[in-house]
């Protein structure tokens, strides 16, 4: 299974940019990278999935090099309904089990 | 469309008894997998369900056990329940086979055991 790393917190300020970057050096060449998005006693909220380069939707960005080794995460103008774990996950697409780490607590201040 | 839903929202139970969690899919999806979450921790995968049957499971105990039924909603059996049972226990379902497979959870159902 593809190990995905990624800080364990972060804070900003509501109006910026956060970008979560997560490192995945093992992933195999049929997984995506798909993001969830959790509030406490809630489940997993799903983000966002991208294989390659560049996925935009109304939510977030995700950016992904050339290697696929890494990615990032990328919220604009962050509000403080944006304080939550955010985890990275790397499967393939169908498969069976998601493998969740500890995610990226993720701090907004006013 | 209907999201995923779970029943019940919070449960109490003492060591020893069984519990019986549950789970209504999204519609159109045929495929329900469920985790368990222990507080401060990410979701770890106690099995999948595909058309009724077993499609692959964690590194949880016999006394875990699930149904899937034919309208592809689901439930999650615990038998002899211990004190580390307690925790947010999530079902998600997806679409096997479809254009894409994301799982989408439900809000969960917190069980605490005493």
């Known amino acids: 299974l593809a190990k995905t790393t990624q800080p364990i917190s972060m804070d900003s300020y509501e109006g910026q940019e956060v970008n979560i970057t997560c490192s995945h050096n093992?992933?195999?060449?049929?997984?995506?990278i798909t993001w969830y998005q959790q509030f406490p006693s809630q489940g997993p909220r799903f983000i966002i999935q991208?294989?390659?380069t560049k996925v935009t939707n109304e939510v977030a960005s995700l950016f992904i090099p050339a290697d696929r080794k890494s990615s990032t995460l990328s919220l604009p103008r962050v509000s403080l309904s944006d304080t939550a774990v955010y985890y990275c996950?790397?499967?393939?697409?169908?498969?069976?089990?998601?493998?969740f780490g500890s995610g990226t607590r993720l701090q907004v201040q006013p | 469309e209907t999201g995923v839903t779970q029943s019940p929202t919070h449960l109490i139970k003492t060591r020893g008894q069984q519990v019986t969690l549950r789970c209504s899919s999204q519609?159109?999806?045929?495929?329900v997998s469920w985790y368990q979450q222990a507080l401060g921790q990410g979701p770890q995968f106690i099995f999948q369900y595909y058309r009724e049957e077993e499609n692959g499971r964690g590194n949880f105990p016999p006394r875990f056990s699930g149904l899937q039924f034919p309208n592809y909603s689901s439930e999650l059996n615990v038998n002899a329940l211990e004190l580390d049972d307690s925790a947010l226990y999530l079902c998600?379902?997806?679409?096997?086979?479809?254009?894409?497979?994301?799982?989408?959870f439900g809000p969960g159902t917190r069980l605490t055991v005493l």
């Open positions: 991208g294989y390659k």
């Open positions: 996950l790397v499967d393939l697409t169908g498969r069976r089990a998601l493998t």
């Open positions: 998600a379902s997806s679409l096997l086979g479809g254009s894409t497979d994301t799982q989408y």
């Open positions: 093992n992933i195999a060449t049929n997984d995506y």
């Open positions: 519609s159109g999806h045929n495929t």
